[in-house]
């Protein structure tokens, strides 16, 4: 395979503009734990009679690489139950801002043959299919848990008849929050700061009720970075539809683990984009020029639901954790940090968290690294609650 930089990245480096922390040119495949969505498409085909429909699901998987790809490079998802292979799909990698991913509508996942019905501890490899050097290596290995829930098919004659419906379950998502610094576009004079995290809400509920966002800079409260409700909105999730009968009606209930955007209008960079005109101001707030200790918290109608801390070095960057960077850590995109959060002891905004899964695994069974500072924060972490 032909190894090369990512093209925008060597183009900011030509035009002397600071990159992201960590986008530099990448020798090494970079797999972005942090976006790996999975879902699983339920192909329901009804019976007659008090036969429950018949149900079988597939597997649809978004992940992205960085790194040296080329086109014709795919990955490979084999779908095991302990030894046994119960499917394996070959799907090929698309390119799109400097990376290469499958997203959850791509035709490669919809392939007839592949209708399973096997649930509990599902492992799934990621296996990188290089086509210029004709060889095949095992990314990852997931762990994905996947349960089996029963929906109302109909009513007969006061019998309600059932099916099952097939869901992966994300507790173990809630780990993973990180901060990206986002390179600036062609006209920006700096960078836009984000935050990204996983919440469990429920019944459709896309957004919290009444988000809000302040932080502390050093422990002393910044009521510049303060951001009303238009601070966080949701981008994707992994959703479980269970159906239940309650007396004589029918109740259909969402749950649902979903990716959590923050968007605290923040901008970041020591030196502004040569490529942005004069006539282009940004007053926003610069992190980069604020260095120190920083406690964020998103509350929900005046109740805390995370609490993200980080620290702004003199640099402008995020200084990187421990679970990122020991040996073992998370892989994430060029100029993403790691960042620890915490949770409320109570949260009736979300449906559920399970400290277990949490202090276990992130992304689908990775194991969290051996350090100090990584164990501390785990064990920390709240009880469980919900389902």
């Known amino acids: 395979m032909v190894r090369r930089s990512l093209l925008v990245l060597s183009l900011l480096s030509s035009l002397g503009f600071l990159a992201p922390p960590g986008a530099e040119a990448q020798d090494e495949l970079i797999f972005d734990d942090a976006f790996l969505v999975i879902q699983l498409e339920n192909e329901v085909t009804a019976r007659s009679g008090r036969q429950p429909s018949e149900v079988h699901y597939r597997p649809q998987i978004r992940l992205r690489f960085f790194g040296p790809v080329s086109s014709g490079d795919a990955v490979k998802i084999r779908w095991r139950k302990g030894r046994r292979t119960l499917a394996e799909i070959r799907c090929p990698l698309q390119s799109r801002h400097g990376d290469w ?88 004079p700096y960078g836009d700061v984000y935050l990204y995290f996983w919440a469990t809400l429920a019944n459709d509920d896309t957004n919290y009720r009444d988000p809000s966002w302040r932080c502390t800079r050093d422990g002393e409260l910044a009521p510049e970075l303060s951001v009303g409700d238009d601070v966080v909105e949701s981008l994707t999730d992994i959703r479980v539809t269970d159906d239940q009968m309650r007396g004589r009606s029918r109740e259909t209930t969402h749950y649902a683990w979903r990716l ?31 260095p120190g200790e920083y406690v964020c918290q998103l509350r929900n109608e005046g109740e805390m639901v995370r609490t993200f801390r980080f620290t702004i070095t003199e640099e402008g960057t995020a200084a990187p954790h421990p679970a990122q960077t020991a040996e073992g850590g998370v892989s994430l995109r060029p100029g993403a940090f790691f960042v620890e959060t915490g949770f409320p002891r109570r949260n009736g905004a979300e449906t559920s968290f399970d400290r277990d899964a949490v202090r276990r695994s992130v992304a689908f069974g990775r194991a969290w690294p051996d350090d100090p500072a990584v164990r501390r924060w785990l064990q920390g972490l709240p009880p469980s609650f919900g389902r």
């Open 101 to 188: 991913r499958t997203g959850l509508s791509q035709r490669c996942w919809n392939r007839d043959e592949v209708q399973l019905t096997a649930h509990g501890d599902i492992t799934a490899d990621v296996i990188f299919v290089d086509d210029s050097a004709d060889e095949e290596r095992t990314i990852r290995t997931l762990q994905v848990p996947v349960g089996r829930y029963w929906a109302v098919d109909r009513t007969i004659r006061g019998r309600t008849i059932h099916s099952p419906r097939y869901q992966v379950r994300g507790d173990d998502l809630l780990g993973l929050s990180y901060i990206w610094f986002r390179e600036p576009g062609n006209t920006d």
């Open 260 to 290: 959590m955007w923050v968007k605290p209008e923040w901008i970041w960079g020591t030196e502004r984009n040569p490529r942005a005109p004069s006539t282009v101001s940004n007053s926003r707030y610069n992190i980069s020029e604020h």
